[in-house]
């Protein structure tokens, strides 16, 4: 069994390429709305003159993923009606996978 990784035709490799680029556009997208929302609810909170810390950059990466989660699982991300059990299993799972296989020690 060969451990080598398949070379990918020209038309395989544009492919990867087009959704590569989309994906890099993507994420900047989201990072950036994360900038904005956690500049934009300081500058609010500043503004009314409370003492409550504004909410943090972690905050809204939490809102969003929870919403993606939502998306992904096909529940509706105001209600939390109708997701798939199996599909957010599947999720959490995969999740677990990557804690377990990148920053668990291994002894």
Known sequence: MSN???TLTP???QFVDIQDKAERALLATIYKALEDATNQAAEEVQ???SQEKPP???YFAAVAHQKLFL???GADPHTFADGDPDIAAYIIRNNQN???HYW???G
């Open 4 to 6: 080598s990784c398949p």
């Open 11 to 13: 038309a395989q490799r």
């Open 47 to 49: 503004v009314t003159g």
């Open 56 to 58: 943090a950059y972690e």
């Open 71 to 73: 998306l992904l699982c």
């Open 98 to 100: 990557i804690s377990d």
């Open 104 to 106: 668990t020690k291994k």
